[in-house]
T-cell receptor, first 112, second 115 residues
Framework: AQSVTQPDIHITVSEGASLELRCNYS??????LFWYVQSPGQGLQLLLK??????LVQGIKGFEAEFKRSQSSFNLRKPSVHWSDAAEYFC??????????FGPGTRLSVLP | DADVTQTPRNRITKTGKRIMLECSQT?????MYWYRQDPGLGLRLIYY???????NKGEISDGYSVSRQAQAKFSLSLESAIPNQTALYFC??????????????FGSGTRLTVV
């Protein structure tokens, strides 16, 4: 069965520090991989996506993610976090003809 | 105007009451979805529809029903609300032409509380 895990429920970083949010998946087909961000009181906004090709993908708001097939991972990174990045982040996996499977989310807090 | 609009934004209802959550979209997407979000559980799929005549159950459809009134409208009903249906509900859309690659467009959510 398809599954997505995000091992960190809550992460706190200082503003200006680097960030890495982890995502691991179990999926039978060749996966399409996504990261979404949910700001308080808002819906989910797509940050970036990976289908094929270069395993390092760039997204909006200065985020990037790296696909590692051998580790079944798609970790999200940002070199320098801003206070406005405080939100909940969801990793999702999909495939052609399949509905998305979402991870449980990681809540990011940013210290001034 | 938002691409995907959900109404109401917030709702408190009593146990046993029937309630309908509405979703409309201007994306022109043919696929629509209802998800439920609970803390620590992520988003779970309730129902999805690939066109007006195609309705499918998701992983947690018990206690819910849906209606696809038009390509742009997809409603979720709780026939007899119970407290454990208290959650944040999201509507989402996607485009068959892009398949999974297009990702989903989400509404802002409906926060439902059943007392």
């Amino acid at each position: 069965a398809q599954s997505v895990t995000q091992p960190d429920i809550h992460i706190t970083v200082s503003e200006g520090a680097s960030l890495e949010l982890r995502c691991n998946y179990s999926y039978g087909a060749t996966p399409y991989l996504f990261w979404y961000v949910q700001s308080p009181g808002q819906g989910l906004q797509l940050l970036l996506k990976y289908f094929s090709g270069d395993t390092l993908v760039q997204g909006i708001k200065g985020f990037e993610a790296e696909f590692k097939r051998s580790q079944s991972s798609f970790n999200l990174r940002k070199p320098s976090v801003h206070w406005s990045d405080a939100a909940e982040y969801f990793c999702a996996v999909g495939a052609y003809g399949q509905n998305f499977v979402f991870g449980p989310g990681t809540r990011l807090s940013v210290l001034p | 105007d938002a691409d995907v609009t959900q109404t109401p934004r917030n709702r408190i209802t009593k146990t046993g009451k029937r309630i309908m959550l509405e979703c409309s979209q201007t994306k022109g997407h043919d696929r629509m979805y209802w998800y439920r979000q609970d803390p620590g559980l992520g988003l779970r799929l309730i129902y999805y529809s690939f066109d007006v005549k195609d309705i499918n159950k998701g992983e947690i459809s018990d206690g819910y029903s849906v209606s696809r009134q038009a390509q742009a409208k997809f409603s979720l009903s709780l026939e007899s609300a119970i407290p454990n249906q208290t959650a944040l509900y999201f509507c989402a859309t996607s485009d068959t032409g892009q398949g999974a690659m297009g990702g989903y467009t989400f509404g802002s959510g409906t926060r439902l509380t059943v007392v």
